[in-house]
Structures are given as C-alpha cells and as structure tokens.
T-cell receptor, first 112, second 118 residues
Framework: ELKVEQNPLFLSMQEGKNYTIYCNYS?????LYWYRQDPGKSLESLFV?????AVKQEGRLMASLDTKARLSTLHITAAVHDLSATYFC????????????FGQGTRLTINP | GAGVSQTPSNKVTEKGKYVELRCDPI?????LYWYRQSLGQGPEFLIY????????DSGLPNDRFFAVRPEGSVSTLKIQRTERGDSAVYLC????????????????FGPGTRLTVL
C-alpha cells in the first residue's frame, strides 16, 4: 500500500528565512505533485515532478525529486508572508488507476 | 476557460438524509476524480472515472456512497443515509486523460463542497 508522509506537519518561520519541507513515499511511483491550499480554499497545483533528479522552481519555491530515495523536497527561500498556507505532496501509483495519495500536509505560517 | 466547478459550495443536512454533490469538470477532460478531505487532513481518494465508467471505486467507504457520470462530463456523488462521520469537504478533480505513463496527467481541483451532517 502506498503511503506518503510529510514533515514537519507544522512550521512557523520568520520572513526572510529558508526552510525545507520533506515528502517521503513508500513504493515506486512515476510522478509526484506539490499543491498549495489556503484556508477554506481548494488545491492549487504548484509542481509536477516526473523523473529522478527533477528540479522545478517558481519564485521562492523549489521542488526536487529523488526517486531512488523516494523523497521529494519543497524548499522555501527568503520566505514572505504570502507563502503562508498548507502544502501537500501527492504521489501517483506507477500503474493502474492514476489516483493520488496525499501526505498529511504541512501547515506553514510565516511571521513578519 | 473555466476550471472545475462544484455545486453546492455548502450543504447542511440531517443524519439519515440523502444528498447529491455535483461536479462539472474542465471541458475536454476525460478523467474525473472524487476525493474527500476531513479537517486537518490531506484529501483521500474515493473514485475515478475514465469517460462514463468508474475505472476505480476502491476508495468509496461503503455502499452508501455512489457516483455516476452518465455522459462522460458532469458527475454526481450520491450519499445515502448520511452519517455525522460523512461531514467533510468533497473535492472533485479532472485531468486531460488518465493513462499510465502519460507525461503530465495533472489533476485540477474544484473548490469543493463542504458537507455538514447534523
């Protein structure tokens, strides 16, 4: 059974600092997604990572994938308040139905 | 173009009642998914459709839950004899296709229906 674990689950940080959210998954997968969710809102797609060593960057966020370690990271550089949200990673099974298995989410709070 | 839409945005019902939740996917998307998100948790898969047929319904918690997509576009999630534990946000997503090995297969989520069972 595919399991996805994120850590930390809660993260409070100051503006201007750097930090990393980790996403581990238990079985082989061929794609990994990062989503952002604001309170009371739906999921916004941030990154799709498809291959080992993939790195994607958008603004202050950078995501990477290591399929051998079954690990993805979401790195935040010089955080700003607008990045406060809950971040989810999700993994699709390599064959069969393309349902996503989500991590528990990381609630990120960035303080001025 | 328009994104995934879901109606109603909020639904309050009493225990034992029947509810229907509607999802309108992005035009041209053949794959449609339903997820359920409880407070403070990540979404959990319920069912997915490729076209009109349910290709995987392994996430439906029991036989009170049923979903249809009769014309391969709009889908309705139906919950019979609702229980308080069914309270959650029900999310619908769609993707262009759903095939193993397809490069992106990215799922786009709707705003959700918040179901409260009293």
């Amino acid at each position: 059974e595919l399991k996805v674990e994120q850590n930390p689950l809660f993260l409070s940080m100051q503006e201007g600092k750097n930090y990393t959210i980790y996403c581990n998954y238990s079985t082989t997968s061929d794609r990994l997604y990062w989503y952002r969710q604001d309170p009371g809102k739906s999921l916004e797609s941030l990154f799709v990572l498809l291959s080992n060593g993939a790195v994607k960057q958008e603004g202050r966020l950078m995501a990477s994938l290591d399929t051998k370690a079954r690990l993805s990271t979401l790195h935040i550089t010089a955080a700003v308040h607008d990045l406060s949200a809950t971040y989810f990673c999700a993994v699709a099974k390599i064959q069969g139905a393309q349902k996503l298995v989500f991590g528990q989410g990381t609630r990120l709070t960035i303080n001025p | 173009g328009a994104g995934v839409s879901q109606t109603p945005s909020n639904k309050v019902t009493e225990k034992g009642k029947y509810v229907e939740l509607r999802c309108d996917p992005i035009s041209g998307h053949t794959a449609l998914y339903w997820y359920r998100q409880s407070l403070g948790q990540g979404p959990e898969f319920l069912i997915y459709f490729q076209g009109t047929g349910a290709a995987d319904d392994s996430g439906l918690p029991n036989d009170r839950f049923f979903a249809v997509r009769p014309e391969g576009s709009v889908s309705t999630l139906k919950i019979q004899r609702t229980e308080r534990g069914d309270s959650a946000v029900y999310l619908c997503a769609s993707s262009l296709k759903s095939e193993p090995g397809l490069a992106r297969n990215e799922q786009f989520f709707g705003p959700g229906t918040r179901l409260t069972v009293l």
